[in-house]
């Protein structure tokens, strides 16, 4: 079936320093890129996402990129702060949302 | 504006017990969404909705499993009977219709069955 790889599943980062996460996807349909935070029991809140005609997509310190040849799209935090720990998802979707399909997320520490 | 209200926020009940858990989306979103979330795990689709009809239902378990959504709004998952493996957090999410949209969580129910 579809699915989302998502790596790593841990990234400890010291404050200041860049964070990267990957993902690939497999279903060719998907064309919409979320990501979500999740903090340590609260719901996930999304905080960039990108479309498939666009292969960057920057917002103060994160940005995202997408290679849709290889399926492949990053997550990247710049100067990470102690608040940017937390759960990390990526989800690849179609058209509507009809096929969500989220990663298995990343547990980031940032320590200070 | 209000978001993805759900509750209750905690649930523990026995094995082979049932439970309900409920769901208001945000107001004039057309697809509602339970996902399952097991513990250091991504969410997993179980039902996704537009307006009252369920599309996908697939991920379903559906020998204990189900869920309305009656009149196209609130919504209601069911489990009956509970067991062990079920315990997890079960989040709604709503999204409005459109191309490309973000989908809004609730806070979840979690679910422990003992």
């Known amino acids: 079936g579809e699915n989302v790889e998502q790596h790593p599943s841990t990234l400890s980062v010291q404050e200041g320093d860049s964070a990267v996460i990957k993902c690939t996807y497999s279903d060719s349909a998907s064309n919409y890129f979320p990501w979500y935070k999740q903090e340590l029991g609260k719901r996930p809140q999304l905080i960039i996402d990108?479309?498939?005609?666009?292969g960057e997509k920057k917002d103060q310190r994160i940005a995202v990129t997408l290679n849709k040849t290889a399926k492949h799209f990053s997550l990247h935090i710049t100067e990470t702060q102690p608040e940017d720990s937390a759960v990390y998802f990526c989800a690849a979707s179609d058209t509507g949302g009809f096929k969500t399909i989220f990663g298995a997320g990343t547990r980031l520490f940032v320590k200070a | 504006e209000a978001g993805v209200v759900q509750s209750p926020r905690y649930k523990i009940i026995e094995k082979k017990q049932p439970v309900a858990f409920w769901c208001n989306p945000i107001s004039g979103h057309n697809t509602l969404y339970w996902y399952r979330q097991n513990l250091g795990q991504g969410p997993e689709l179980l039902i996704r909705?537009?307006?009252?009809?369920?599309?996908?239902d697939s991920q379903l378990p559906k020998d204990r499993f189900s869920a309305e959504r009656l009149k196209g709004v609130d919504s209601t998952l069911k489990i009956q009977p509970a067991e062990l493996g079920d315990s997890a957090v079960y989040l709604c999410?709503?999204?409005?219709?459109?191309?490309?949209?973000?989908?809004?969580f609730g806070q979840g129910t979690r679910l422990t069955v003992v």
């Open positions: 909705y537009e307006n009252e009809e369920a599309v996908d």
């Open positions: 990108i479309r498939s005609n666009v």
């Open positions: 999410a709503s999204s409005a219709r459109d191309s490309y949209t973000e989908a809004f």
